[in-house]
């Protein structure tokens, strides 16, 4: 099994630290989430199934690609991702470039996990329809594919039209993944027709049954499993076909690298 490390969980000031001591205790990944911006508005935040807010306007963002180049010059082998980036939200250059740098910095380590997106405001906010969203994250997906592989690319789609350009230079890994995150029939159909692998909300081995069942076989799951109980546990989610478990073994930020050591000393990470 493979542990990633959810940064976006954790106060910004712990970022470099845990990012760093995960890389040294040896889990295979850190993440971070994003948003491009928050409006005001509070009635365009409601989370999906709830009746409050899913955000709060004055919380800080950062530009997770840019962020975890920076991340990449302080470590040196864990692989650096994004759950989830919000590929659709900006032109298919401007994600595709961001990509292809961290990828050429880290020396290819980079993961880039995508998705759809719940919360209207930002789209309202950057001028796009908010019902758009699906299908514009899939063109972009096969649009920032063919400009990380192929040597010129045109294009002419529903929402993206180009006339043929180069782009330069390449991402290191020859297929740099991208996983699909989001739990709706159409985000589990993008993860297994377009995308590398899904990642899942917050789940126990129990409560992602039915989206493997949807998902269907052969597609590398990493799922998000903040109330994994044991060691032992990890055997049952391996034979559901997960790959790579997101864990969070603090309760304060303060205490994230401490637990992070207990944990890789626990589950024999290293």
């Known amino acids: 099994m493979k542990y990633g490390v959810p940064l976006g969980l954790l106060h910004p000031d712990a970022w470099k630290d845990v990012a760093v001591a995960a890389d040294e205790l040896g889990f295979e990944s850190v993440w971070l989430p994003e948003h491009l911006v928050f409006a005001t ?38 692989r650096l991702g994004t759950a989830v980036h919000l590929l659709a939200l900006r032109h298919p250059f401007v994600s595709a470039r961001a990509f292809a740098t961290l990828d050429v910095v880290s020396g290819g380590r980079a993961i880039c996990g995508v998705g759809a997106g719940w919360y209207r405001g930002e789209w309202t906010a950057a001028g796009l329809p908010f019902e758009t969203r699906g299908a514009r994250l899939d063109e972009v997906i096969e649009i920032v594919r063919r400009l990380w592989t192929e040597p010129v690319v045109a294009h002419s789609g529903r929402f993206y039209r180009f006339p043929e350009v180069a782009f330069e230079p390449k991402p290191v890994q020859r297929r740099l993944p991208v996983l699909a995150g989001g739990e709706s029939a159409a985000a589990l159909r993008r993860a297994s027709r377009l995308c590398d692998g899904w990642i899942s909300m917050p789940h126990t081995v129990e409560s992602i049954r039915p989206q493997l069942a949807r998902l269907g076989a052969g597609v590398p799951v990493t799922a998000h499993a903040y109330a994994l109980g044991s060691p032992a546990e990890v055997a049952a989610w391996a034979e559901l076909g997960v790959e790579r478990l997101i864990v969070r073994p603090w309760t304060r930020s303060r205490d994230a690298v401490t637990r992070l050591a207990a944990f890789a000393a626990e589950y024999d990470v290293t």
């Not at 009635?43 to 180049?69: M, N, Q, R």
């Open 41 to 78: 508005d509070l009635s365009l935040a409601v989370y999906p199934g709830t009746e409050d807010p899913g955000i709060k306007p004055t919380t800080p963002l950062f530009d997770a690609p840019a962020y975890l180049c920076w991340l990449a010059g302080l470590t040196t082998r864990v």
